[in-house]
């Protein structure tokens, strides 16, 4: 299996998830972010939760580490669910 390297710390995240982990995460870097999408440039890193959240946010607390956070999967469902809803009415 293959394993990531963080872009933070250059150590080795697991390519294996848990249950308790966001590990491994990803990056997605957006250039241009003033500028229409079709413009802009994306280019992916690795790196560990844990590493991010210290670099970014001062060891507070991130909404995505949250254990109610909603994964995208069941963002998806509730637009569809919203949209389905809409087309009733
Ligand atoms: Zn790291």
């Keep these: 299996m293959l394993d990531y390297e963080c872009c ?3 150590d080795t995240v697991s390519a294996v998830s ?11 870097l957006v ?3 003033d500028q229409p999408r079709e413009g802009q440039k994306e280019q992916q890193f690795f ?3 844990e ?4 670099l970014v946010n001062n060891d507070g ?5 949250e ?3 909603a994964t995208i999967g069941e963002i998806e469902r509730d637009e569809e669910n919203w949209s389905e809803d809409e ?3």
């Design 47 to 49: 790196c560990h939760f």
């Design 87 to 89: 087309g009733r009415a």
């Design 8 to 10: 933070i710390c250059k």
């Design 31 to 33: 250039s241009n972010i």
């Design 51 to 54: 590493c991010f959240r210290r």
């Design 18 to 28: 848990s249950a308790v982990s966001l590990d491994p995460c990803a990056l997605i």
């Design 67 to 69: 254990l109610d956070a």
């Design 61 to 65: 607390i991130m909404y995505i580490m």
